[in-house]
């Protein structure tokens, strides 16, 4: 079974950046769209981008022009860059296939607070 964890996450002030990583286990991970997801406290997880097996990305509107998803299937790894963070922003992380069928890691908390 494939396992992922997040890291990367932390606390930073508003209009800050984060870049969170996901490490995949598993030889699948190069053939499988990846999205990262964010669950705010007392909400659902939600999408916030997917990338293809090809580089296509695609953007929740929260986010678009603030983040860029990104891929390195050499090291099994999912990117996920964050400028100009909000308070808004601050969840837990999660990354999984595009829709998730993996089971979900711990995922990485992000706080955006002065």
Same mark, same amino acid.
Request: charged letters at 15%; glycine letters at 12%; a positive charge.
């Given at each position: ?5 997040? =890291?990367? #996450? /932390? ?5 800050? *950046?984060? @870049?969170?990583?996901?490490?995949? &286990? ?25 990338? =293809?097996? #090809? /580089? ?5 509107? *929260?986010? @678009?022009?603030?983040?860029?998803? &990104? ?28 829709? /998730? ?14």
């Amino acid at each position: 079974q494939v396992q992922v964890v997040e =890291s990367g #996450g /932390g606390l930073v002030q508003p209009g800050g *950046s984060l @870049r969170l990583s996901c490490l995949a &286990s598993g030889s699948t991970f190069s053939r499988s769209y990846m999205g990262w997801y964010r669950q705010a406290p007392g909400k659902e997880r939600d999408l916030v981008a997917w990338i =293809s097996t #090809g /580089g296509t990305t695609y953007y929740v509107d *929260s986010v @678009r022009g603030r983040a860029t998803i &990104s891929r390195d299937n050499s090291k099994n790894t999912l990117y996920l860059q964050m400028n100009s963070l909000k308070p808004d922003d601050t969840a837990v992380y999660y990354c999984n296939t595009s829709p /998730g069928i993996w089971a979900w890691g711990r995922g990485t908390h992000v706080t955006v607070s002065s």
